[in-house]
């Protein structure tokens, strides 16, 4: 398979050749476990996979490594606002850690459920403090940094490529620069690669440095983690979009400025969910939870298959209506899979005309990921009368090797059997209203009804699952 990739930092799809022969090296920013994924940030999880699986398909070896940010860091990507660690324990009355446990475990429950395959290497801010520590020294020592403050900041002017991935205008940022940005900087673009008790008081999670006790900076913990496994330079870097004017440009500057090597080969940033609201967020409207599709009856293949629909270049607007149009995509792939099983066993060695269905779906997600042309081409396969039932099973199945949908899975089977009716949804929901209104009378009279309907309910903080009674 022919792969070509579309480099934020030449704004041009490229022919993908790696650093290392059949290996490719691979970093995706990973979530901030303060709370729960949204659908958003899973959207970002579920064309990083598609890549993952993309490369693993044209034959290559992959080392795929993902941070956990369970260190605080600032709800502003450019040192300001509050802690949102220390925010989110305050509120939930749990302790920092128990916070950043909590929600590690619940981001990898959704990500498995999306059938998302696990980072080789998924490593926590919190235990790599040394490793930032020694990055910081470095840089320290080659005159990128000053301390101002009792922080450490790098100091952007010694770097004279700085911004290079946003395309930055640093003249024009200068002039038009906030007044109210952090005095300690130099230069409003600088930023903290470490933080003392001086600047913010009565932190939970400080460690020891040779700056004062305190603790690192957001940035600085993507480029130690990503250079301890993946070496100095290494091929490909994702995320979304949102990362690239501050986060991933920060990477950078300290980066190639400890090393003086480049860094990364391709930029990989995939563009946001949106809703009618504009971008979906922690903080904006209602939050967007693969939770909260599952208790609207949606199954997480269904939001998969949604992200699929669109290419990962591109916004996806959300929308129930898509939801359900998705959903309905996906049970009727399902059914015409369950058909062809009932008559065929899948062929490991595919007839001509089958294989080139294979191929053409292969040139379309070698050319950036095309999925949506990809999924196009997999329709007109099912369609195609020409194609016995055990050729096509085969050659849908080595397209699911990339599209992640769990086609060949027995569970898929059982789903439409135990998809919870709208109107058992709604007296769920009715019901979680009424709790939420303290009406428990209400609340007992709809479990009772939902209960006698042949259903399950399950509390658990804030939610209900709901199940057939077996
Ligand atoms: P965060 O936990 O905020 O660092 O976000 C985790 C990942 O989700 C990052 O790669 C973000 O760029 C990405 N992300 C955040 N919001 C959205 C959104 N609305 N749509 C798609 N990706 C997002
Ligand atoms: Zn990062």
Redesign the pocket.
């Known amino acids: 398979m022919n792969l070509s990739l579309y480099n934020t930092m030449s704004r041009t799809v490229e022919a993908f050749e790696p650093l290392e022969r059949r290996h490719v090296r691979m970093y ?5 476990v303060y709370n729960f ?9 579920v064309f990083e996979d598609i890549l993952r699986r993309t490369l693993e398909a044209a034959g290559y070896r992959v080392t795929h490594v993902m941070n956990v ?1 369970d260190v605080g860091h600032l709800t502003d990507d450019g040192d300001e606002g509050e802690d949102k660690m220390v925010k989110s324990s305050k509120e939930k009355g749990l302790d920092v850690h128990e916070i950043a446990r909590m929600y590690t475990d619940a981001f990898f429950h959704d990500t498995d459920a999306l059938n998302i395959l696990r980072p080789h290497v998924a490593c926590r801010a919190t235990e790599h403090i040394e490793d930032m520590i020694a990055l910081i020294k470095r840089l320290e020592a080659k005159g990128h940094t000053y301390v101002a403050g009792g922080n450490v900041y790098f100091s952007i002017d010694t770097f004279p490529d700085y911004g290079k991935l946003a395309k930055l205008n640093l003249e024009e940022l200068k002039s038009g620069a906030r007044i109210d940005v952090d005095e300690n900087k130099r230069n409003p673009k600088d930023f903290a690669l470490w933080f003392t008790k001086s600047k913010f008081e009565n932190q939970v999670m400080v460690w020891d440095s040779p700056w004062g006790v305190g603790y690192p900076g957001w940035h600085i913990e993507c480029s130690a983690m990503s250079m301890k496994y993946l070496g100095e330079s290494f091929d490909i870097h ?6 690239i004017p501050v ?1 991933h440009t920060n990477e950078i500057a300290q980066s190639e400025a400890a090393t003086g090597k480049p860094w990364v080969k391709y930029w990989v ?6 809703n009618e609201t504009g ?4 903080s904006k409207g209602e939050f967007l939870t693969l939770s909260v599709l599952q208790e609207k009856g949606f199954d997480p293949m269904d939001f998969r298959f949604f992200c699929l629909g669109g290419h990962y270049r591109s916004q ?1 607007v959300f929308s129930w209506e898509s939801m359900d149009a998705a959903r309905n995509g996906r049970r009727n792939l399902v059914r015409q899979v369950r058909a062809l099983k009932e008559q065929a066993a899948a062929s490991s060695v595919l007839c001509a005309e089958a294989q080139s269905y294979v191929d053409e779906f292969s040139g379309h997600l070698g050319n950036d990921l095309n999925a949506p042309r990809g999924l196009a081409t997999l329709w007109s396969l099912l369609k195609d009368n020409s194609i016995k039932p055990g050729d096509k099973l085969g050659a849908l199945y080595r397209m699911d090797g990339i599209l992640g949908l769990g086609l060949d899975s027995p569970e898929q089977e059982k789903e439409e059997e135990t998809a919870i009716p709208h109107q058992i949804l709604a007296l769920v929901e009715e019901r979680l209203k009424a709790k939420r209104e303290k009406n428990y009378h209400r609340a007992d009279e709809l479990r009772a009804i939902v209960e006698k309907a042949g259903y399950k309910l399950t509390d658990t903080p804030g939610t209900t699952q709901v199940s057939k009674t077996l």
């Open positions: 995706c920013c990973g979530p901030t994924a949204h659908i958003g940030n899973l959207k970002t999880y940010t994702c995320g979304g979009i949102d990362h986060h940033h995939g563009e946001f969910l949106i971008k979906i967020s922690k996806l």
